[in-house]
């Protein structure tokens, strides 16, 4: 099994980042809190790694810190969370807020994300609990910000549909989205209005 790779990030198009190591480019999808936190192009860079092999694909999941990681592997243990749900719950919700939200038994959180109905919600909570320490309780939502357009808007809606987020959610998230917006800012904000109860 791969279990980091370390080499020079030479794309990155949400959620998907290819990573070349010593001249070969390993594909892998990773939470937004990961893909916020990536480097420049053609920087080093060091993703810890979990590989799923099934029998149609070989798939390669990368995460910036071992925490990440060790939260999408308890996730992918839960009944009926596939690694696409995990990576979901990873972008909408930081590890030390997932941590928050089993604690305090808060299943509207959960089903704020795309592909989290009530049912799974309630298993999460209930299989999860005692899992997590919530390390960062403090962690909230980011306000709104103000009109995107452009490159910038079309990778953060890319991001957003591929973590199962409806046009109508994209639109809503994204209208407020300031012009010269970093991409991986704007779906950090879009995350957290989309993941807030109202």
């Known amino acids: 099994m791969i279990g980091r790779l370390h080499g020079v990030l030479c794309a990155k198009n949400p959620p998907v980042v290819v990573l070349d190591v010593h001249g070969v480019g390993y594909e892998l999808e990773v939470p937004m809190s990961t893909f916020c936190e990536l480097p420049a192009l053609e920087t080093q860079v060091l993703l810890h790694t979990h590989q799923v092999i099934r029998e149609d694909a070989h798939l390669l999941f990368g995460f910036a810190t071992l925490s990440e990681r060790n939260a999408f592997r308890l996730l992918l243990r839960v009944g009926g969370v596939g690694p696409k749900l995990a990576l979901a719950l990873l972008s909408g919700l930081s590890v030390s807020e997932l941590a928050g939200v089993v604690a305090r038994q808060e299943p509207g959180r959960l089903t704020r994300i795309p592909g989290v109905g009530k049912k799974t919600a309630e298993r999460l909570l209930l299989e999860l609990r005692d899992k997590f320490v919530d390390t960062d309780p403090g962690v909230g939502a980011a306000g709104p910000v103000a009109g995107a357009s452009g ?3 079309q990778d953060v809606a890319n991001a957003l ?17 300031p012009d010269g917006m970093a991409v991986e800012e704007a779906i950090r904000r879009s995350l957290r209005l989309l993941s807030r109860v109202d």
């Open 151 to 153: 490159a910038m808007q």
């Open 161 to 177: 549909l591929a973590l199962g987020y409806n046009d109508k959610e994209i639109a809503r998230a994204m209208k407020d989205v």
